[in-house]
C-alpha cells in the first residue's frame, strides 16, 4: 500500500486516451482471443452442421421407401400423390437404390439440371469441411443430387434437392455461433479485465501516483512509497521502488547538504585567501631580517603559506568539479617525499617515525604541486589514523616507498595503523562519504584520486596489507 495522496497536493493522474489504455488494450486481446478460438471450434461444427442437415433429408426418404414397398404390391403413387411426396419432402426427384436395383419414387416434370452430386459415403473431414465452405459463401438456387445410406444400410437413398435451404441454414447457424462466441468473449474478456485490473492494473496506476507525489518534492521521505504485503512481482516492483525513492532522496538531501556546504566553504574560502594574504606579507618582511632562526624557518614558512594558498584554491577548483591539469616537471621523487614528511606533524607525546622509503635516483614526469598534495593528503589520514591509537606499545610508522614495474612505476604509503573500515571502502575516494577517520570528510581521497587520475594512473587501496593501510599508485611509463 502507499500514502494516501492529498488532492491539494496532487494534480489529478494523467490518464493516456481510451484506446491506448492497457485496460482498452487487455480487454481487445482477451477477446480476440476468445473469438479465435471460437473460429477453430466453428470450422468443424459447421461441417458437422450440413451433414446433420443432409442426413435429416436423407432419412425422409427412409420414409417414402415404405410407398415403394406398397409399389411391390402393385400400388403405384398418382401424378398428384407424386407431388404432394415431392413437396412434402422439398425435393425434386427421391429415389431408392438396392444392389443392382434402382427405383424412382417421384420426379418433378420440371426438374432442372444438377449442379453437383453430394454423395455423404465418400466424404471425408476435409472435403467435408471444404464442401461446407463453398456451400456457405457459394450456395444458392443450384439443384444437388444427395446420395447417401438410409434405413440399416443396405439400401442408399437418392434427393435432388434446391441448395437454398441448406444455405439459409447454414446462414443462420453461423449467425448463431457468432453472437454466442461475441457473448463468451465478451464475459470472458470482462472477466479477465476485471482480475487483471484488480491484481495488475490497479496497483500499477497505485505506483504511477506514488511517482509523480514523490517527483514533485523528491527530497521527502514521507513520499516514499509504502510497499504492500504481496510477494508476487508487484510487490518486488514496489519494494524495489521503495527503495530506489529512499536512495534517490537520501542521495538529493545530501546534494543539498553538499550544495549548501560548497556555499559556506565558498565565503570562508575568500576571508582565509584574504588572511593567508596578509600572512604572506609579513611571511615576506621576515625574510628579510638578518636574524639567523628567522633566515632558517622563513624559507619553510613562506612556501607552507603559498601551498595553503593554492589549497584555497584547489577548494573552489574541486567546487566546480575540476583540477588543473597537471604541469609536468622531472621531479626527484625523494626530495618530494621529503618536503612531504617534514611538512607533517604528529601528538608530541606520541611520536610517528616518517620513512622516506623512496630509491635515491627514481626520477618521475610528475606534477610536484599536485603530487605534493597527493602524497601530503596520504600521509596526513596515515599520521591521523596511528594518533586515534593511544596504546603505548603500537608501533607508530608512516612509509613512503617506490618501486619500478614493467610498464611504469609505484608509489606506496602504508602505516600500522588500525587500517580502513569495510564502510569506509564501500565508498573510498568520495567526496564526503568516503572518509576514513571518523569525523573526517573524505575530501583529501577523492582529490588525490582526481589528480592521479589526471596523470594518467590508478590509486587503490590494496589488500595485501598484513597491518595498517597500504595506499598504491601506479604511474604508466608513458607518463612516469
Known amino acids: 500500500m502507499i500514502d494516501r495522496v492529498d488532492k491539494a497536493d496532487m494534480a489529478p493522474l494523467e490518464r493516456p486516451r481510451w484506446r491506448h489504455r492497457l485496460s482498452v488494450r487487455l480487454f481487445a486481446v482477451t477477446a480476440l482471443a476468445v473469438m479465435a478460438a471460437e473460429v477453430l471450434i466453428f470450422v468443424p461444427s459447421i461441417a458437422r452442421f450440413r451433414q446433420e442437415w443432409l442426413e435429416a433429408k436423407l432419412e425422409t426418404v427412409s420414409v417414402a421407401s415404405l410407398v415403394a414397398q406398397f409399389g411391390d404390391a402393385g400400388l403405384l403413387l398418382t401424378p398428384e400423390q407424386e407431388a404432394d411426396l415431392l413437396e412434402a419432402l ?83 447457424y453461423s449467425r448463431n455461433i457468432f453472437l454466442l462466441s461475441l457473448s463468451i468473449a465478451s464475459f470472458v474478456g470482462a472477466l479477465v479485465f476485471g482480475a487483471l485490473n484488480y491484481s495488475l492494473l490497479r496497483p500499477i496506476r497505485r505506483m504511477v501516483a506514488a511517482m509523480q507525489r514523490f517527483g514533485r518534492m523528491p527530497e521527502d521521505p514521507e513520499r516514499v512509497i509504502r510497499p504492500g504485503a504481496r510477494e508476487d512481482e508487484i510487490g518486488i516492483a514496489e519494494t524495489e521502488l521503495a527503495a530506489m525513492q529512499a536512495t534517490l532522496a537520501r542521495t538529493l538531501r545530501e546534494q543539498r547538504h553538499l550544495a549548501d556546504l560548497g556555499l559556506a566553504v565558498s565565503k570562508i574560502n575568500h576571508d582565509l585567501r584574504n588572511i593567508l594574504a596578509s600572512a604572506q606579507l609579513i611571511s615576506d618582511r621576515l625574510s628579510t631580517l638578518p636574524d639567523a632562526q628567522v633566515q632558517r624557518f622563513a624559507p619553510a614558512l613562506i612556501r607552507s603559506l603559498d601551498r595553503a594558498l593554492d589549497y584555497t584554491q584547489s577548494v573552489l577548483a574541486y567546487g566546480r568539479a575540476s583540477e588543473s591539469q597537471p604541469k609536468r616537471r622531472r621531479v626527484h621523487l625523494r626530495l618530494l617525499v621529503g618536503e612531504v614528511l617534514d611538512s607533517q606533524s604528529a601528538a608530541p607525546e606520541r611520536p610517528v617515525d616518517l620513512v622516506n622509503g623512496v630509491p635515491d635516483d627514481l626520477e618521475l614526469d610528475l606534477d610536484p604541486e599536485q603530487f605534493f598534495r597527493v602524497l601530503s593528503n596520504l600521509a596526513r589520514n596515515a599520521i591521523q589514523s596511528i594518533d586515534s591509537d593511544e596504546a603505548e606499545a603500537v608501533v607508530r610508522r608512516v612509509t613512503v616507498s617506490a618501486t619500478a614495474l614493467p610498464n611504469g612505476d609505484r608509489i606506496v604509503v602504508e602505516d600500522t595503523g588500525p587500517g580502513v573500515s569495510a564502510r569506509a571502502r564501500e565508498n573510498l575516494f568520495q567526496a564526503f562519504r568516503g572518509s576514513t577517520r571518523a569525523g573526517g570528510t573524505g575530501l583529501g581521497l577523492a582529490i588525490a584520486a582526481e589528480i592521479v587520475q589526471a596523470h594518467g594512473g590508478t590509486i587503490r587501496l590494496s589488500d595485501d596489507a598484513t597491518a595498517g593501510a597500504r595506499f598504491e599508485i601506479d604511474l604508466p611509463r608513458s607518463f612516469a
Open 90 to 172: 422439398d425435393a425434386r426427384l427421391v429415389a431408392i437404390r438396392r444392389p443392382g436395383e434402382t427405383k424412382l419414387l417421384a420426379r418433378a416434370s420440371d426438374l432442372g439440371p444438377v449442379s453437383r452430386t453430394v454423395d455423404l459415403r465418400e466424404e471425408d473431414a476435409s472435403s467435408s469441411i471444404g464442401m461446407s465452405f463453398e456451400a456457405l459463401v457459394s450456395g444458392g438456387n443450384r439443384l444437388i443430387r444427395l446420395i447417401g445410406p438410409i434405413g440399416d444400410g443396405s439400401m442408399s437413398g437418392e434427393i435432388v434437392i434446391n441448395e437454398r435451404p441448406l444455405h439459409h441454414a447454414m446462414l443462420v
